[in-house]
């Protein structure tokens, strides 16, 4: 059989403060590179024309200066109002897709992962073979996030609030990883690697 000629793509995600980039590192250990959609997504915002188009979108009371946008302001204004989380998304999802393809094409591994927050709120999980949550409690997230970022319980649960429930990510997962400290999570990830290798029939 000849090669594959597009590695396939295995979606990862979780609610925040769940240890998703934790997770991929432990992939990453295996050679399994992985596209970080969000990252993606925040670099668009050093473009002064990007920032222009969000503040043409949603308001240029969001502008810091007239090349950038206060990510602080904009965070406040799209977690307190879907409609504008939507635009946002609308502005910034289609290149993300865009900039994956052409990483996509760059890739020589038998799989690679897409890492994103709302990997199955924006149907992205249609583009993927398989997808992985990484799963947490609530209340062990707030308090590492707590440990983590300068925001309060209150910001920390109203960004929660705004994600889809953990119940619902984990019944549409194919496969979910248990991110508890002491809990073998090497293990999961190398069991998760060959099922998804075994998935892809990759060995034949």
Request: net charge negative; with cysteine; glycine share 6%.
């Amino acid at each position: 059989m000849g090669a594959l000629t597009c590695p396939a793509a295995v979606g990862i995600t979780g609610g925040i403060g769940c240890g998703k980039t934790t997770v991929v590192n432990a992939f990453a250990a295996l050679g399994v590179p992985a596209f970080v959609a969000d990252s993606v997504g925040a670099s668009y915002y050093r473009e002064p024309e990007f920032c222009h188009t969000v503040a043409q979108t949603l308001g240029s009371d969001l502008l810091a200066t007239p090349d950038t946008i206060d990510k602080e302001r904009l965070a406040q204004r799209v977690f307190a109002d879907p409609a504008a989380l939507a635009s946002l998304n609308a502005l910034v999802h289609p290149r993300v897709m865009a900039d994956f393809d052409q990483w996509l094409q760059q890739q020589h591994t038998p799989y690679v992962l897409f890492e994103s927050a709302i990997l199955f709120d924006c149907g992205l999980d249609s583009r993927m073979v398989a997808t992985i949550v990484v799963h947490l409690d609530k209340e062990e997230r707030v308090r590492r996030l707590l440990l983590r970022d300068p925001l309060s319980v209150e910001q920390i649960e109203a960004r929660m609030a705004r994600q889809m429930p953990s119940d619902e990510l984990l019944d549409r997962a194919d496969y979910v990883i248990l991110n508890y400290e002491g809990n073998p999570r090497q293990r999961q990830v190398r069991y998760i690697h060959q099922q998804i290798l075994s998935r892809i029939n990759y060995s034949s």
